[in-house]
């Protein structure tokens, strides 16, 4: 494999791009392939920004064969055609498959198309099939170009206007089979779908003892099986890149029969559509059936869950995922030149990077060739860290025995505790299962704290069984309890439970006050020698304010119960006409949840305590709304963070618009509260927190190792031994972005974090999401500078490790 090979375009991060900085260029946007959740917002933000530019953007109807077809296939795009469609599934241009484009004759046709409108700038949002299609084409251009001079279909002139096209893909797929990108839109839409599925069928398979054979899509990718899997504790999966050895019937039978003996009143078996056996022969979800029905004598059911997985409202991250490519792909098209190569627009981390299109298509392939090779680790390797981490973890948590040469304990028995601190958020439970399993597996004896530090301190201990967090990861909120106290004053009576239960680790799970109370234990080390044990922090909350992550656990899990509030919201102001609507969200003084949703929603603007602002950019947004109005659009949406502004509260702004829209417009509030915490945590919550929590888990012993002496003598007193536990962009602050830039899960010392951190407002110093704010404001069209987000890359094995 190619080893990792960034290459930064000089200046492009942070660069400004200025409005009609390329007015008068054509360019057009269209969806092909099976469609996915999240194309629409893609299409939204290529035609808002292509306008932004002053470019003349055209849709392109029904794929390929729209291209080929012409005429009231290719229409010109306004402002309002994008109107209200972020938070739609599908694709509302359409999306086909074209068996004429794969012919020379009908890119011909295409070509002639495009030329006749001046258009030499293409969006592709589709799979590796039509992004392949689209690279042919730009191969073949000049020559499709000089063929209809011969033939007189254009002028020599028009051949001169439109010597080369240019093409930027997005990859829009549920499969996320796509190298190159650490996600593509569509999958955690899917993910979503899936996992509501599942959860559906857990409860009426709990009622009648039943085992469940579910059916997931994904192709020849394994990825969606192998997520759900891990996010619904199934207890077994199949997927094409690591299929199960020759004599799966009896290990699957050995499984099942286990977690019944465990107390579990329900089996799931998660097999992936393109599921094969290592011999390469195809494992039906009938076959997995028979076999458990046959064997086991388990009253058994398939469920296929089909094109359900492909449909409905967007998730968050997809609508995110899409404003963010969408817009990059637009500028990455207007600063390509004729030798540049086409690219695709990806998301390594949290950064939006381009990446040469035929390296990822050609590496895509290669992970198909693996597996036609029945090259099973390279096949998973080839899918990326993220791929492998997950599958990892998923089969440790459902190994059966612990074998004595994986034991990280190494023969000593730690007690380790966890605890939850802060408000609820989702993915605290997954945690705290996957701590206790993983800790069990390496013959710790794990505690749970009952009640955060009032419950530490009355010594509220529970030591945990296997069977005892089952079913845990899809619930969301807190089954140990959490508070926000500080251990300030119970530091004393904590020291002392530690010290009887003679805890040699200790994971706290929560928000900014498990950071910061974690912070005061190591501080204390040197009166209490009970604290000088290693620690770690997870981050949970929903506010996403604690430093050393990008996104804590929970917060995913809340921006999307946001949106769907929101959209209802939206519904109705977009019914009752000449409304205006100001959304209060929760957060604290972090502007995370507003600003991350208001992109998500299609909202006009978030204010956020970040971004200082005053009543003229209030009253400014009146005369946005005015003008709005009179164009068509008959709603406003504001999102306001609830620590936004303490003078300038949600009542002011209403009623300063109440009056300054007299007339014109009507205004409401919703203060959304405390929906906003609850709700069955994501996908990506579920998983977060089910690896975090392993990570931490292994961690912890290796230092206790360290630290904690057979004598009962605790000494982790540095640093190094008080760490918060989380996913981080890691860049390199000289110069910009660095070999080791893109997502890395890392431990970070708290003592550091405590340099990066406002107590005050409890937020980090610098916050990755503020890049966002201007994307937001050119989608509502502000007048603003945007600012480029992607970088340039190769395609090394740059995807995420988490
Ligand atoms: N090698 C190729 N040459 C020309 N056109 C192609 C080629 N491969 C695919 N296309 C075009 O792209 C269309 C979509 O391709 P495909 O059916 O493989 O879906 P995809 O883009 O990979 O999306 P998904 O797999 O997510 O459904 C094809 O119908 C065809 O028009
Ligand atoms: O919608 P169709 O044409 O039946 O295709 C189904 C296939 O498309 C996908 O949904 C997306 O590629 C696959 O997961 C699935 O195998
Ligand atoms: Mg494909």
């Not at 019937?249 to 099942?256: A, F, G, Y």
């Not at 022969?281 to 997985?309: E, F």
């Not at 409401?668 to 888990?697: C, E, S």
Request: charged share 20%.
């Amino acid at each position: 494999m190619r080893t990792l090979s960034i290459v930064p375009t000089a200046g492009r991060e942070g660069a400004d791009i200025q409005r009609l900085l390329y007015k008068g260029r054509a360019m057009a946007v269209f969806t092909s392939g099976g469609d996915s959740s999240g194309m629409n917002s893609a299409v939204r933000s290529v035609v808002r920004m292509g306008l932004y530019l002053g470019c003349k953007v055209y849709f392109i109807y029904e794929g390929y064969q729209g291209m080929i077809d012409g005429n009231e296939y290719i229409k010109e795009a306004d402002w309002n055609a994008v109107s209200d469609i972020i938070q739609r599934g599908g694709t509302i241009i359409g999306s086909a498959r074209c068996k004429d484009f794969t012919d020379r004759s009908g890119r011909l046709k295409a070509c002639k198309n495009l030329v006749d409108r001046d258009i030499t700038n293409l969006v592709c949002i589709g799979g590796d099939g039509s992004l392949t299609g689209a690279n042919l084409f730009r191969q073949e251009w000049p020559e499709l170009i000089q063929e209809l001079v011969n033939q007189g279909k254009i002028t020599p002139e028009k051949a001169n206007k439109c010597p080369n096209i240019q093409i930027a893909g997005l990859v829009g797929s549920i499969d996320n089979d796509f190298c190159g990108t650490d996600m593509t839109i569509g999958t955690d839409t899917a993910l979503q779908r899936i996992m509501e599925a599942v959860d559906a069928v857990v409860s009426t398979a709990q009622s009648h003892q039943r085992a469940f054979v579910i059916e997931v899509m994904g192709r020849h990718c394994g990825y969606l099986a192998l997520v759900a899997a891990l996010a619904s504790e199934a207890d077994f999966c199949f997927i094409p890149e690591w299929p199960p050895p020759t004599n799966w019937r009896e290990i699957l039978c050995e499984k099942l029969a286990h977690s019944r003996s465990m107390g579990q009143r329900l089996n799931i078996v998660i097999v992936a559509e393109g599921a094969i056996d290592r011999e390469g022969h195809k494992i039906s979800s009938d076959m997995v059936r028979d076999v458990v029905a046959n064997n086991l004598g388990y009253d058994t059911r398939t469920t296929v869950l089909g094109h359900v997985q492909r449909g409905g409202n967007p998730s968050a991250f997809d609508r995110l995922l899409g404003c963010r490519m969408g817009a990059e792909a637009t500028i990455a098209l207007m600063e390509m030149t004729p030798e540049s190569e086409p690219c695709v627009i990806s998301i390594d981390g949290n950064q939006i990077v381009r990446v040469p299109l035929m390296e990822c298509v050609f590496r895509t392939k290669a992970v198909q060739k693996a597996m036609d090779e029945l090259d099973w680790e390279l096949a998973v390797k080839l899918r990326g860290r993220s791929f492998q981490r997950n599958l990892d973890t998923y089969r440790l948590l459902t190994k059966l025995h612990t074998r004595e040469k994986d034991n990280l304990s190494e023969g000593r028995v730690f007690n380790i505790a966890v605890m939850n601190v802060g408000a609820p958020a989702g993915g605290m439970n997954a945690a705290v299962r996957s701590f206790v399993r993983m800790g069990i597996y390496h013959r710790c004896n794990v505690y749970a704290i009952q009640n955060s530090f009032e419950g530490l301190a009355k010594g509220e201990l529970k030591q945990m069984n296997w069977s005892d967090v089952t079913n845990w990861v899809m619930v969301g909120g807190s089954y140990l309890g959490t508070q926000k106290q500080l251990p300030t004053k119970l530091m004393a009576k904590v020291a002392d439970t530690l010290e009887r239960f003679q805890i040699h680790a200790l994971l706290l799970v929560g928000g900014f006050e498990a950071f910061h109370s974690s912070l005061l234990l190591s501080r204390a080390r040197d009166q209490y020698p009970a604290l000088r044990i290693p620690m770690t922090v997870i981050p949970c909350t929903i506010s996403n304010n604690v430093p050393g992550t990008s996104c804590s656990l929970g917060s995913d899990t809340a921006v999307n119960e946001i949106c769907t509030m929101i959209d209802k919201i939206k519904q109705s102001a977009t019914g009752s006409k000449r409304r205006v609507f100001v959304i209060e969200t929760m957060g604290g003084y972090c502007g995370y949840l507003a600003t991350v949703a208001a992109i998500a929603t299609g909202a006009d603007n978030a204010y956020i305590f970040e971004e200082k602002f005053t009543v003229n950019d209030i009253k400014e947004d009146v005369n946005i709304i005015a003008s709005k109005m009179q164009k068509g659009v008959q709603r406003y949406l504001i999102v306001r963070n609830e620590c936004a502004n303490a003078n300038y509260t949600t009542t002011f702004i209403q009623q300063l618009f109440s009056e300054e829209g007299k007339g014109q417009f009507s205004t409401r509030i919703n203060v959304l509260g405390h929906a906003q915490q609850g709700g069955n945590p994501t996908p990506f919550d579920r998983n977060m927190g089910t690896k975090l929590a392993a990570r931490a888990l292994e961690h912890l012993i290796v230092q206790a190792k360290e630290y904690c002496l057979p004598t009962g003598e605790n000494q982790a007193m540095g640093p190094d031994s008080a760490t918060l536990l989380a996913l981080r962009v890691c860049r390199n602050r000289n110069f910009g972005i660095s070999e080791d830039y893109g997502r890395r899960v890392v431990f970070t010392p708290l003592e550091e974090l405590a340099l990066e951190t406002d107590f005050e407002h409890r937020l980090p110093i610098d916050q990755w999401w503020m890049k966002l704010r201007p994307l937001l404001r050119i989608l509502a069209k502000h007048n603003t500078t945007y600012y480029t987000e992607a970088v340039q890359m190769g395609t090394g094995d740059y995807s995420g490790d988490s």
